[in-house]
């Protein structure tokens, strides 16, 4: 597709591309858009068909965007712009510099503006900086066929048309009727008769990840957002609930890895960006292990004298590090997909203490056997067997513990759970390990000597 | 709310219980009756209307769905699995013992029955275990007002009527109209006309992780299934698509911390099940760690002369473990979402070798400092300087390189990436790390004894 697009591009073929470009759907266009040189990005972009192009704009990365806004004309800007939702409207002010949006606002209608200001006003993560504010509003005494005209009247440049909201004449939200109910009515018959009042809704400032959990967990095509008093401001879709849902977990994954969320993809995201969003947690990390290294140095004696003790160590830090991990993951995605709350802690320690136990247990009877098989005839073979064994043990018991313990504080204390993830807590973990293993080994080495 | 309807249930007022349950959503409801002894759920259960009793019972969870149908005479039965979609019902057949499914399939109708068999005899996994096979269909020829009066006619028991396929004589696919086209088109426009030939589809046998991504990336409420010979055979809806794409990352989210992905939720699963979906891994990990420690072993003598190298270990381990866990999801991300691909490797390994040279320097110079300011004034010092910051830039340029080059891997041998994250990493980056770090202590020792 690319090569035959580009031997068009080369052969001056433009209405072939043109026809080309056409008969793709707008993210495969932007997509292929985007493997072509900048330079020629606006002369292949105005091939494309009225609507198209409209879509397929909104489908590009910023940078493409802000390279084609800088050379349309204030009437291409407009034309593009006239056929965009306010909430992708939205979507790409927010990615432009100052001077830009300038350019953008001055060329929306006045309708348009306003509704982009109000949008752009109600706080990130909420609500109201997702919902869309061109929906189908109906009132009670309407009949099936008066919303069917309403619909169409309306229905054109609406996201969605499938579910119509009825507000009364203050604008309250007061039922819902869906595209099937009147399409399956006689026409006749009252909205008021037909629609379902109760209507499950989100406020503005409700946290979009809230919103879209509601929508998957109903299976809704849009759910509608009211203000303080119950008036309807505007609808979020389903597919923008996707969006907010894919995005929520790329973050966590991220953080979990110990990397501060990304806007760009992988590949557009230059090095130094890459190494700065890596680089603090990181920093922090070494840092922090360098008192568990601190701690080691106390116990020099220790493993002098015993250098096989130091063998031990990274089996007994991955273990802790592994188990802990295992249990904040467990807890973050289930304070992510509220299965579990911070009230639950004590339910959730009590299970976590009983399933380290179980793993404490087999995985210090496996251990134990692989000291006597790899160490068999050494004179402190058993010491090393029983110290390692009772310090796998404690060390599975205060992973779990800490490892679901910390995600939910973090909850209560409204930080981000996700950041409590493996990293952080093997770090910790590190220490502990460190600690109880000399520890122990120092009793039983002088109980021994 | 469940205090409230418990108050009703003792004092008997079931016809306030009733009234009480309809005002719910089938997920609360399936919530709030999860939450009453066992005994009583069959009594409450007859208290809902019969729509609302068929959408809760498909909302709860196997256990309940078993013991209900163990209590259910064989009308009820029927009376409430002849309101279910296909897909539902597949869905609850597939959790129930042989017993229980022979008598859901007994009570089915003969054509809802062959439907079910038929979904069935699909891959897990594939676009056609998860489709509905109740869409609606219509042919070229029709005019719109045909059409609506075909959505009227079987729209009622359709998952989802708002795309609507067209198909010729012999079911293959060859359009679509959607239900926004025909309210918006005049009743005698003829479908044909009307309807999209460029039709997105998936194959049944297309993974149904691929099914979802398409979904969410073209904004589709629905997307039509056909086999091998382009016939309609059924759709996969976006609520379905939404279920699809939470799963699968649940399963990363688990896979990457070294649990195998559970069916259940954390509380509803018991603490051996638990126990045992955490063991593999740790065991695993846990035998590949003692090589690690094997190898420490050999270096006795260098750490003998010198415990202070032993305090740089869990540093040294700690950062190897983390730069690799920060390319590892990247990589696992990225081919979850298809930004990044196995052929990639080649420039995704000059990218991260590139972040590792400015994190390793960084990190290196800060880690000399500290280690200048710690151990100022012993005759060492340098020496230790200068081994932890070299043999740190190597571990970060390695960590980053197996963290890319390892999940990549994987994908190309059409194993699971995620399998390649932070807790198997982190243990070949540890091997790596004792023998850079001894090897290079070594060497510098020599030099300088």
């Given amino acids: 597709m690319k090569e035959k697009a580009l031997v068009l591009l080369i052969e001056h073929k433009f209405r072939e591309l043109g026809e080309l470009l056409a008969s793709l759907d707008a993210p495969d266009a932007a997509a292929l858009l985007a493997e072509f040189p900048e330079e020629v990005l606006p002369l292949i972009f105005r091939l494309l068909p009225k609507g198209l192009a409209a879509d397929t704009f909104v489908e590009m990365d910023a940078d493409m965007q802000k390279r084609l806004i800088g050379a349309f004309s204030d009437l291409e800007l407009k034309e593009v712009f006239d056929r965009l939702f306010v909430d992708d409207t939205v979507d790409i002010i927010e990615e432009m510099p100052a001077n830009v949006v300038n350019r953008i606002i001055a060329n929306c209608s006045n309708e348009k503006r306003r509704a982009i200001n109000e949008v752009l006003s109600y706080p990130d993560d909420s609500a109201g900086s997702i ?31 499938y579910t119509c909201y009825v507000v009364d004449d203050d604008r309250h939200l007061i039922g819902l009727v869906t595209a099937k109910d009147l399409m399956l009515s006689e026409p006749d018959v009252k909205v008021g008769e037909l629609m379902e009042t109760r209507v499950i809704s989100a406020s503005t400032h409700t946290d979009k990840k809230e919103v879209a959990e509601m929508i998957r967990k109903y299976d809704f095509l849009a759910l509608p957002v009211v203000d303080s008093e119950n008036r309807l401001v505007g609808i979020v879709t389903v597919d923008d609930a996707i969006d907010v849902i894919t995005e929520a977990a790329e973050d966590d994954f991220a953080k979990m890895a110990a990397i501060e969320p990304m806007e760009n993809s992988y590949f557009k995201t ?140 973090a909850k209560k204390l409204h930080l981000d759970p996700a950041l409590m993830a493996s990293p952080l807590l093997a770090t910790v973990c590190d220490t502990c390990v460190v600690l109880i293993y000399f520890n122990i080994a120092t009793l039983f080495m002088n109980i021994m000597g």
């Fill in 270 to 409: 230059g090095i130094f960006t890459h190494s700065r969003k890596r680089m603090v947690w990181l920093l922090v990390l070494m840092l922090s292990a360098a008192v568990t290294g601190a701690i080691i140095t106390a116990y020099e004696e220790a493993f002098a004298a015993l250098p096989l003790l130091i063998a031990s160590l990274p089996m007994l830090m991955g273990t802790g590090g592994n188990c802990g991990s295992q249990a904040s993951t467990m807890m973050i995605r289930g304070l992510a997909v509220g299965e579990v709350e911070p009230k639950d802690i004590g339910r959730v320690l009590w299970k976590e203490l009983r399933i380290g136990a179980v793993i404490g247990l087999a995985l210090a009877v496996v251990n134990t056997l692989r000291i006597f098989i790899t160490y068999h005839g050494r004179p402190d073979c058993l010491m090393l067997a029983l110290v390692t064994g009772i310090t796998l043990i404690a060390v599975v018991l205060i992973a779990k513990s800490l490892g679901c313990a910390l995600p939910l504080a």
């Fill in 131 to 161: 919902m869309t504010i061109e929906y189908v509003g109906l009132k009670a005494q309407m009949t099936v066929s008066d919303a069917f005209m309403a619909v169409r009247k309306t229905g054109v440049a609406k996201e969605t048309i």
